[in-house]
């Protein structure tokens, strides 16, 4: 068992390492460089949004509403799911533990109690901490729904764009959790699912987090047109 724990204690935290460096990098790049990350680009785009409500263009208003409510809608999609995945993840525990001595292979890692328990229980705060901030995201963009349709305060650089960007980054927040929740679930098939499945979801995050650059000719093409 002893090559187990290696593996166990080595490429866990070495995985989980490199998915907070990853996001530790994001977070740094949003806020210095905001146009480099498509999060940067949409909050952006959120301040041009509140404007079409400031102007008073009732269609434009009541597509706001409709893009706001879609996005209301992935947040409840993702609050259920990650409550589902965690009542399933509790089920599947007693029946992975009853039957873990069917895992006899050191590239499963290792079988003792407090390494089981670590397993589920950080996969299951995992869950339950993307569930909260899912929840809370669905109670701001309820409330900046309703603010936005109230009329009684303006929305871009206001009390109600503050309360719509709380929503959107909770929800955020919550779904990136969730992906990180993934690898440690496959922790039950061994240590090394969790580096490989940390590395794939890293490459994965980064093609949809970052704006890919513009070739200079592309560029000349585009102001020609």
Known sequence: ????????????????????????????????????????????R?????LNLDQGDDKKAMLCVQSL?????????????????????AALNNNAFNA????????????SDKIFLLKYGSASICLLISFLCSSMAIGFLIDANFLMNAYGDFLSGGYTQSVLEKGFTLAFVGNRIFCVAIPLML????PVLVFLACIALVCLLHEFDYVPKIPHS????????
């Not at 002893?2 to 907070?20: A, H, K, M, Q, R």
């Not at 409840?76 to 009542?87: D, E, G, P, R, S």
Request: positive net charge; glycine residues 6%.
């Open 187 to 190: 922790w039950m098939l061994g």
């Open 100 to 111: 873990s001595h069917l895992f006899t292979s050191e590239f499963f890692g290792s079988k």
């Open 46 to 50: 959120r301040n041009t949004w509140g």
């Open 69 to 89: 409510r879609n996005t209301l809608m992935a947040t409840i999609l993702t609050a259920t799911i990650t409550i589902l995945v965690n009542m399933a993840l």
């Open 1 to 44: 068992m002893g090559e187990g724990v290696y593996l166990d204690t080595i490429l866990v935290p070495l995985s989980l390492f490199i998915t907070i460096v990853y996001h530790a990098f994001l977070f740094y790049t949003i806020k210095n460089k905001p146009s480099r990350t498509t999060y940067g680009i949409d909050r952006l």
């Open 218 to 225: 592309q560029k000349r093409c585009n102001n020609v047109k």
